[in-house]
């Protein structure tokens, strides 16, 4: 069994996805308002909430990279989710984030974005990482620039039409201007 690392941050806890995350999990996506920038952007119910649970910890053993849980450091209450997915059928490694409602604008997606970011350079040493974000989904899009995202183009995935950022690892810059 592959052993997913825990990363913490100044206020999270970045912790593997269990059974013990599954009540908030499953309220999350329960949440329309959590789930409408993502998949056919409607609620899952329990039974739809498990199996998403399943494959986010069945992409570490696949991809040896994925969806951690986020937990507050101090509470160990369960905030959201935030990770590096490339199923089948991806165009590339995508960062992602979803959070339940109440965790929202206090700028947890952005420390746990830029750890997992630091994480994709450091250990997996990936040339670059995007993000798919609907279009229309302002929240994300500023976000996914505050990150250091580059709009890259916009396409159609997945039955809806999406700008891609991309990330690409801090030295890109320095090379860059080492050989201008």
């Given at each position: 069994?592959?052993?997913i690392?825990t990363?913490?941050?100044a206020?999270?806890r970045?912790t ?17 308002t ?13 039974g739809?909430?498990?199996r ?7 992409h ?12 507050l450091?101090d ?5 959201g ?7 089948e059928?991806w ?6 984030w ?6 929202r ?8 974005s ?9 250990q997996?040493?990936?040339?670059r990482?995007?993000s ?6 302002e929240?994300?899009?500023?976000l ?5 995202g580059?709009?890259i ?14 990330y690409?690892?801090?030295?890109r ?8």
């Amino acid at each position: 069994m592959f052993d997913i690392p825990t990363i913490e941050t100044a206020r999270l806890r970045l912790t593997s996805l269990t059974a013990r995350h599954f009540d908030d999990y499953a309220a999350m996506l329960a949440d329309p308002t959590s789930t409408r920038w993502v998949g056919d952007g409607e609620p899952l119910d329990r039974g739809h909430a498990w199996r998403s649970l399943a494959m986010l910890l069945g992409h570490w053993q696949l991809r040896g990279y994925g969806m951690w849980a986020l937990e507050l450091k101090d509470s160990g209450a369960f905030v959201g989710r935030a990770g590096l997915m490339n199923p089948e059928g991806w165009p590339d490694i995508e960062l992602g984030w979803m959070l339940k409602s109440e965790y929202r604008h206090h700028g947890y997606a952005t420390e746990a974005s830029l750890a997992i970011l630091e994480h994709a350079w450091s250990q997996l040493r990936v040339p670059r990482v995007i993000s798919l974000v609907r279009v229309g989904n302002e929240a994300s899009d500023r976000l996914a620039e505050r990150l250091g995202g580059e709009h890259i183009e916009d396409m159609d995935f997945c039955g809806s039409y999406n700008h891609v950022f991309a990330y690409y690892p801090p030295y890109r810059e320095a090379r860059r201007a080492a050989y201008a």
